[in-house]
């Protein structure tokens, strides 16, 4: 089991910016890691990955907005987020290894919430 810590996130108004970190308490560099949230009521959605290469993929919604990428010599991943929207509030996830879509570690989650 990867433990990851996430840290950042907060309170925003809509068209603001925020941060995310995970640090990985193991060595992933060879593992895909990415980003999820949860939105009240909603499922658990993809956000953003990115490979041991650093090649990325983002959901439609935050595409051109969000910027995920990776320091594998500190095992740590991050998130950007720009103009950020109301529909971003969200608990957001980081998660390690396994596939793109199906990762197999999770972090704790951390709250995002954006007000209009």
């Known amino acids: 089991q990867v433990q990851l810590v996430g840290s950042g996130g907060g309170s925003v108004r809509a068209g603001g910016s925020l941060n995310f970190s995970c640090a990985a308490f193991?060595?992933?560099?060879?593992?895909?890691m990415g980003w999820y949230r949860q939105a009240p009521g909603k499922e658990r959605e993809f956000v953003s990955s990115?490979?041991?290469?650093?090649?990325?993929d983002y959901s439609d919604s935050v595409q051109g907005r969000f910027t995920i990428s990776r320091d594998n010599a500190q095992s740590m991943l991050y998130l950007q987020m720009y103009s950020l929207k109301t529909d971003d509030t969200a608990v957001y996830y980081c998660?390690?290894?396994?596939?793109?879509?199906?990762?197999?570690?999770w972090g704790q989650g951390t709250q995002v919430t954006v007000s209009s």
């Open positions: 998660a390690a290894c396994g596939l793109p879509r199906a990762f197999v570690h």
């Open positions: 193991a060595y992933v560099g060879l593992c895909i």
């Open positions: 990115i490979s041991s290469v650093d090649t990325t």
